[in-house]
């Protein structure tokens, strides 16, 4: 997964950045209308406002992709909350040199006014290898992660102790879709997962489980019964824990996941999968490097990483609880606005129809919103997390 994904030279995110919208293979949120970035440039303003509006504050994005969700929060912002706007600086977390170059050209005027700018990840040069390596959609963990003979990635920090990601004043770090691009261990009752390759192949071959799998096992996820599989991702959590080692601030997670209560009750057992052309396929081996391969987001594993920095963990909610608790207030304004005719505001009601409903990726995906150094009670009616209990 780390090898096809996020190879310098051949991997799925290094290669091109054509993977996103209808002609590519999947869609995020900001692809299907700006009201994403728009309703969550309102919830971070809000968010601004609950740490004390303090005269900066970092937007730190993990996984930007091609841009579109901070054009959206950008422009937005400067247009709507301009206060919160002139204390915004917009960092993008971003590895692949084809989603930089496109990430340029599309935030192109905030780059030239200092507004946002990639995070300076200095790469580490070590001599050891690390068993957590892969940049995720831009970004890794710690260490060098060597894969195969004479393959060998190099992986930025994103610890507290690594002083480009450091941040003078609060922090909102977010991430769309991030997550679930982790590569991740594969369980089963056979044991470990491990990949060789016999004639030109891929083949898959067992050890015995590593003491940190089956300890995360017992503590956020549900062990194996025979032929099933299950994901073990060691790597999200350690991501997280290092990510959200700043002093006050949020993390927001969005992606399509699960807890450990619904793995218990037998849901999200084996959610490994490709994606390419807009379909999903049970088999990663096919075509390396030309389709995405993902897993779903663990998020009670998540949110205890996030507790373990410090952090407070609002209870889950959907995209579409999440949305609507954000846009109810002004009748979904920030879609609305511009349109000049009846047919446009048509158009935009399908698209935000798409984003909160459970025939769209309102049930799909689901929104985890941790906070440090703020009044728990305050957080907890954020618009976002009060839909239904105004």
């Not at 017992?218 to 997280?240: F, M, N, T, W």
């Not at 057992?269 to 993902?294: C, F």
């Not at 309102?362 to 919103?369: A, I, K, N, S």
């Amino acid at each position: 997964m780390e090898l096809c994904l996020y190879h310098p030279e051949f991997g799925y995110y290094a290669r091109h950045a054509g993977q996103f919208g209808k002609a590519g293979d999947f869609y995020t949120s900001s692809d299907v209308h700006a009201v994403f970035g728009r309703l969550l440039a309102r919830q971070f303003d809000e968010m601004w406002r609950v740490l004390g509006a303090p005269a900066t504050i970092v937007l730190r994005e993990l996984g930007p992709g091609r841009g579109l969700f901070a054009q959206d929060v950008l422009d937005w912002s400067e247009k709507k909350f301009p206060e919160f706007f002139r204390a915004l600086r917009y960092e993008l977390v971003e590895q692949s040199s084809a989603l930089r170059q496109r990430i340029e050209q599309t935030l192109a005027r905030h780059f030239q006014s200092g507004k946002a700018k990639f995070a300076n990840i200095d790469r580490m040069n070590t001599d050891s290898a690390s068993t957590t390596g892969a940049s995720t959609r831009g970004v890794g963990t710690t260490g060098v992660s060597t894969i195969g003979k004479g393959t060998t990635l190099v992986v930025p920090n994103l610890g507290h102790s690594e002083p480009a990601l450091a941040a003078e004043g609060p922090v909102l770090l977010f991430g769309n879709e991030f997550f679930d691009a982790i590569p991740v261990e594969v369980v089963t009752t056979k044991g470990s997962l491990r990949i060789d390759t016999r004639n030109g192949q891929f083949v898959e071959t067992w050890f015995p489980c590593l003491p940190d799998e089956l300890e995360f096992l017992d503590r956020y996820s549900i062990h194996p019964e025979e032929g099933e599989r299950v994901e073990v991702p060691l790597q999200a959590q350690k991501i997280i824990s290092a990510a959200a080692q700043f002093g006050r601030g949020f993390v927001m997670i969005v992606d399509y996941g699960y807890t450990r209560d619904e793995q218990l009750a037998g849901r999200h057992r084996g959610t490994l999968k490709a994606i390419r052309q807009h379909s999903v396929s049970t088999n990663p081996y096919e075509a390396p490097g030309e389709q995405d391969i993902t897993a779903d987001a663990n998020f009670t594993a998540l949110a205890a990483a996030a507790e373990s920095q410090g952090m407070h963990a609002q209870k889950l909610v959907t995209q579409s609880q999440f949305l609507m608790g954000i846009g109810e207030a002004n009748q979904f304004a920030d879609a609305f606005e511009e349109c000049r005719l009846p047919q446009e505001r048509a158009k935009i009601a399908l698209q935000l129809k798409h984003l909160v409903t459970p025939a769209g990726m309102g049930e799909t995906f689901h929104v985890l919103v941790a906070s440090k150094d703020a009044q728990v009670e305050t957080v907890s009616r954020l618009s976002g997390l009060s839909f239904g209990r105004r």
